[in-house]
Structure formats: structure tokens, C-alpha cells
């Protein structure tokens, strides 16, 4: 699979933002699709994650209420809506893919995270800066 993450920006602190991951070389419709951002140095860290195929998310505890992941199925492609951005959400967003198949159904949904880090398909980065 492959994927391109756009969608990035220069913000001002509490503006929005709206990334996007189209893929290519598969249906969408059996993956697990993460959301990771990396800040100057700092590790990659993992944001969000949605199954295209159930819906189910997760969402990192420094974003909850504040973004929102969703899918259509139809375009390919998995969106990361970002509210009430703030300086430290500053970063190369990059969004990654795995089969369903390799995240355990009887796990919390949050453990895909570590999967998609070890095992994903992964895209080029989106530059997101938040100015205070």
C-alpha cells in the first residue's frame, strides 16, 4: 500500500488544520490507519488510529476532544481533523497503514498503535507548525 499524507500548514495557537491520507495500491476497507507526528528532536510519537473496516478509534490522551479521525472508505482515504491546535502539537504528521489482520481483536484498540510503528505501510511526512 502506498500513502500520501497532505494537508499541513503554518497555523496560528487554537486554529484548525485538516490532514489527509489517500492510499493507493489497495482497498481500504480491511486496514487499520494511524496518525503519527515527530517534533524536532523528539521521537515519533503516535496520535490516532481508525479500523476502515468497524470504525473503531483511538486517540492519544494530549489530543482527545481536541482532533478527530474518520475515513471514506470510497475515496481511499483517512482524514485527522485538528482543533484548538497548539504549539506543541507542532510537527511532521505521517500516517500509516496495516491489514487488520495483525492487530489483535481481543487487545484494547490502542495496541495497533505499536503495530502500525513496527509493521505499517508508511507515507511521506505533512509539516505542521503551530504558531503561538
Known amino acids: 500500500v502506498q500513502l500520501q499524507a497532505s494537508g499541513g500548514g503554518l497555523v496560528q495557537s487554537e486554529g484548525s488544520l485538516r490532514l489527509s491520507c489517500v492510499a493507493s495500491g489497495v482497498t481500504l476497507d480491511y486496514y487499520v490507519i494511524g496518525w503519527f507526528r515527530q517534533a524536532p528532536g523528539k521521537e515519533r510519537e503516535g496520535v490516532s488510529c481508525?479500523?476502515?473496516?468497524?470504525?473503531?478509534?483511538y486517540y492519544v490522551d494530549s489530543v482527545k476532544g481536541r482532533f478527530t479521525i474518520s475515513k471514506d472508505n470510497g475515496k481511499n482515504t483517512v482524514y485527522l481533523q485538528m482543533n484548538s491546535l497548539k504549539p506543541e502539537d507542532t510537527g511532521v504528521y505521517f500516517c500509516a497503514a496495516v491489514h487488520e489482520s495483525l492487530v489483535s481483536a481481543t487487545e484494547p484498540f490502542g495496541q495497533a498503535m505499536k503495530i502500525l510503528r513496527d509493521f505499517g505501510s508508511w507515507g511521506q511526512g505533512t509539516l505542521v507548525t503551530v504558531s503561538s
Open positions: 481508525i479500523s476502515t473496516s468497524d470504525g473503531t478509534t
